[in-house]
């Protein structure tokens, strides 16, 4: 009888686990569409052979392991890639905006210049038409808030980027905070032998998004924590310890701080990565040197045009006078860049009326100006075309390369968009091909332990059919 009842005891393990296994089948094809998850498999293992007479005679199977497919390096890359992704996707919408700003294809600043400098050409036929010269202080006027509209344009796009960065503060503090939850689940968990598998997805997965959200790197531990940290090193969670971020403003500044152990940092583009490091450099970067160039821009024009019309005189002989106002740092600021704010300063002096325009050249006293003395209009009418900004640019041509370098930026970020995501792609189909859940190949595994299932219930029958024949002996 004990050799039945050691049959008996290998058909009841051979049941148990191709049960066992069909559930873990089960749980793969319901997560088949669940982003992150590794496909599971049973571990089968022998009990150990006893010595039957002369032979060893096995006991029967059992589980021992449910594991998962998994890529150390595959999952490595694809945090790298991540990274890269979503320091050009952050940039998409803002760079679109910046274009609509620009205006780099219709009616814009090169515009309103040319129109400026027109309306001047027009006066110069006819000095003494009051109309036309009311007509030079107008196009004055819309070209000056072009201007600071524009300006304000770029302000409001950095105050968007503050606005998203804010909004991702919150969701990245809630990662941080459950990748630290996850790695004392997981040690909980393991330290009994077995696997945490949907854990290990799940921290996994959030690590992903933290490379894509903040450039995060992730190591793991000796024992088997994830540690993660920003690309300049600084930690965002070590073992169950969650750091976390913060959004402090200052008026009009926004600083993203980390605070760990006590310890409050501001993190720069040098030490953030992700989608944080591609919307800060377009905030402290690209922005402020389209700002640069466009009070270059106001305060070239505004210097040269006042430059000559102080050099003229109006129907009243008088001389001296501007015809925009002086750029607000033009003493105060240093030599190198005393355009700063030009452009949201730039406007015309309110106390211009038509009979201070100067078309005249200067008369020599006691002569007054002639009425039809439009020297000095041809002089400032061909302003945009004699002055040349570093000796190479006119004021149209100068505007030119500010746009330029908003559609080009628009264009790289385009590519390099494209490339990453495609990296990001392939290496997430790399890596459902070796861990993701296969259909067909769930279907043909169900089959195959569906059989078993149904060869260890013969069995278990069989040797239940033996030992009635045996009780029926002794009856």
Do not use: C
Not at 260 to 280: D, P, W
Request: negative net charge; hydrophobic residues 40%.
């Amino acid at each position: 009888m004990a050799g039945l009842f050691n049959a008996l005891n290998a058909a009841r393990t051979s049941l148990e686990v191709n049960q066992k296994s069909i559930e873990v089948i089960g749980n793969n094809i319901s997560n088949v569409n669940t982003e992150g998850y590794s496909r599971q498999f049973t571990h089968l293992t022998p009990y150990p052979s006893v010595n039957f007479g002369d032979f060893f005679v096995g006991q029967g199977v059992r589980v021992t392991d449910v594991r998962r497919d998994h890529d150390v390096f595959i999952q490595n890359q694809l945090v790298d890639k991540s990274s890269d992704y979503g320091f050009q996707n952050a940039q998409s919408r803002p760079l679109s905006e910046l274009e609509r700003v620009m205006n780099i294809t219709e009616d814009n600043i090169a515009t309103d210049v040319d129109e400026f400098f027109d309306a001047w050409q027009e006066l110069s036929a006819s000095p003494s038409d009051l109309v036309l010269r009311d007509v030079v202080i107008q196009r004055g006027e819309v070209l000056s808030q072009s201007f600071n509209n524009t300006i304000n344009d770029l302000n409001t796009v950095q105050e968007n980027i503050n606005d998203t960065l804010i909004s991702k503060v919150g969701d990245i503090n809630s990662k941080i905070t459950e990748i630290a939850a996850l790695n004392d689940r997981i040690m909980n968990i393991e330290i009994n032998g077995t696997q945490a598998n949907s854990a290990r997805d799940r921290r996994e997965d959030l690590a992903t998004q933290l490379a894509e959200d903040i450039g995060a790197q992730s190591y793991f531990a000796t024992n088997g924590m994830l540690s993660v940290q920003l690309p300049g090193g600084l930690p965002l969670v070590q073992g169950t310890a969650a750091m976390s971020l913060s959004a402090v403003t200052t008026g009009t500044q926004l600083d993203i701080q980390l605070n760990a152990a006590g310890v409050t940092r501001t993190l720069g583009q040098r030490n953030i990565g992700g989608e944080f490091e591609g919307l800060l450099y377009l905030r402290d970067t690209f922005i402020p040197s389209l700002e640069n160039d466009l009070d270059r821009l106001a305060y070239e024009i505004s210097t040269q045009v006042n430059t000559q019309h102080s050099a003229g005189a109006g129907l009243d002989s008088v001389v001296g006078r501007n015809f925009f106002i002086d750029p607000p740092n033009l003493a105060a600021a240093p030599p190198t860049d005393p355009w700063l704010d030009a452009a949201r300063a730039m406007s015309v002096e309110s106390t211009l009326i038509a009979e201070h325009i100067a078309t005249a050249q200067a008369p020599t006293p006691p002569d007054l100006v002639a009425p039809g003395d439009n020297r000095n209009a041809l002089i400032l009418s061909n302003l945009d075309e004699s002055y040349l900004i570093n000796g190479i640019d006119n004021f149209n041509s100068f505007y030119g390369k500010i746009t330029a370098s908003v559609g080009i930026e628009t264009n790289q970020n385009m590519l390099s968009r494209q490339g990453a995501e495609d990296s990001v792609v392939q290496l997430a189909n790399l890596r459902d091909s070796l861990a993701g859940v296969s259909l067909e190949e769930e279907m043909i595994e169900l089959i195959q332990f569906q059989r078993g299932f149904e060869s260890s219930a013969k069995f278990l029958t069989t040797v239940d059919e033996m030992m009635d024949t045996v009780l029926s002996i002794k009856r």
